[in-house]
């Protein structure tokens, strides 16, 4: 189970037009579980990090492949033999995250 603190992310690297994203995130201030699709605070870090990555055009490779195995999760269950995508999505948050600094 991959899970990341929320405070991770700071308010200095965000993009204007991405502050909507971010502030869920950033008021709630809690342990996000990355392999829990679906959620609602995985679907705002998602949001969140979409938006980064075009505001920075920045990941787009990481991009592409949690998108892959987002899709593959919710259309067949399972990725490389995964029910989640956790392991992706971090991957796009370190690289976010190392962008914007």
Do not use: W
Not at 44 to 58: E, G, M, S, T
């Amino acid at each position: 189970m991959v899970k990341v603190d929320s405070t991770k992310i700071s308010s200095s690297s965000i993009a204007v037009k991405c502050e909507k994203y971010a502030k869920p995130l950033l008021k709630r201030k809690k342990i996000i579980d990355l392999d829990s699709i679906g959620n609602q605070q995985n679907n705002n870090l998602v949001d969140f990090l979409n938006c980064q990555c075009k505001a920075l055009k920045a990941c787009a490779d990481v991009q592409k492949s949690y998108s892959n195995c987002h899709s593959s999760v919710m259309g067949t269950g399972s990725y490389v033999g995964r029910k989640n995508c956790g392991e992706e999505l971090e991957k796009l948050l370190t690289c976010v995250l190392e962008a914007g600094k």
